[in-house]
């Protein structure tokens, strides 16, 4: 009995082992620049067969699905924590260098999912890019806060810095443009703390302006000097 619960238990570790190794696969022929690979590119970088793959995921379009829904579940831990350097600029800098692999890994797989050629089941552009994005604006909005700035309070300043974070603003900076993984990184850090620092030199001077006395509009009246002579 112990020997059949043993085999059992192997054929599962083997099955879970399988299921990772091919989506692991999947993730690095993406992040290599290949956002469509085939099944059978897939199962020879996974070192399994195209018929052990396709047990587990019948078509691409599965395959694909599940690979967005396993990065969603590492997405939170894999996110870089808040530098404490002492300087904000610096600060900002050194996250976004920490977190260049975590965006290099997302937009590739973000671009792989929206240009996929098929049909993806259930899959919501929205929902699946909120999740992700949501883990990010929340770091990022913590980072500032960090360097005294409440992204919260001013949502058209929220509303540039998510753009100035979002997946394809990375692949943009990676891909048309050709920067290194460093140069995109700093690009990035540059734009969101230069947006931070003008809200904050923007706060700063409308807190000045409020608190400049008034003019006081004073009507002149003429003064009549002439003497009556009786």
Same mark, same amino acid.
């Given at each position: 009995?112990?020997?059949l619960?043993s085999?059992?238990d192997?054929?599962?570790?083997r099955?879970?082992d399988n ?10 022929l993406?992040?290599s620049?290949n956002?469509?690979p085939t099944?059978k ?8 067969t195209?018929?052990?793959?396709l ?6 379009g599965? %395959?694909v699905?599940?690979a967005?829904?396993?990065? =969603?579940? *590492?997405?939170?831990? @894999?996110l870089p924590?808040?530098? +404490?350097? /002492?300087?904000p600029r610096t600060?900002v ?11 290099d890994t997302?937009?590739?797989i973000r ?6 050629p098929?049909k993806?089941p259930?899959?919501?552009q ?5 999740m992700?994005?949501?883990y ?13 700035v409440d992204?919260d309070?001013d949502?058209?300043?929220?509303r540039?810095? %998510?753009v100035?974070?979002?997946?394809l603003?990375w =692949?943009? *900076?990676?891909?048309q @443009?050709g920067?290194s993984?460093? +140069?995109? /990184?700093?690009t ?5 703390y230069?947006l931070?620092?003008?809200?904050q ?6 807190s000045r302006a ?13 003064i009549?000097?002439?003497?009556r002579?009786?």
């Open positions: 009995m112990s020997q619960a085999s059992e192997g054929r599962v570790a099955r879970l299921r990772v190794r091919i989506l692991n696969a999947l993730f690095t993406i992040r620049g956002s469509h099944l590119q897939i199962a020879d970088n996974a070192g399994v195209s018929r052990t793959l047990n587990h995921f019948p078509d691409m599965t %395959l699905l599940a967005a829904t396993r990065w =969603r579940g *590492l997405a939170q831990n @894999q924590p808040i530098p +404490d350097h /002492a300087d600060r800098e050194e996250f976004f260098q920490s977190a260049a692999s975590f965006l997302y937009s590739a671009w792989a999912t929206l240009t996929f098929g993806l259930g899959f919501d929205r929902q699946h890019k909120g992700v994005l949501g990010i604006s929340t770091r990022v909005t913590e980072l500032l806060a960090s360097c005294g992204i309070r949502q058209q300043l929220r540039a810095v %998510l100035m974070i979002d997946p603003a =692949r943009l *900076l990676r891909v @443009q920067l993984r460093k +140069d995109a /990184a700093s990035m850090a540059r734009g969101v230069e931070a620092l003008g809200a030199r923007d706060k700063k001077r409308g409020s608190t400049r006395p008034r003019a006081v509009n004073r009507k002149v009246v003429p009549n000097l002439r003497v002579v009786d």
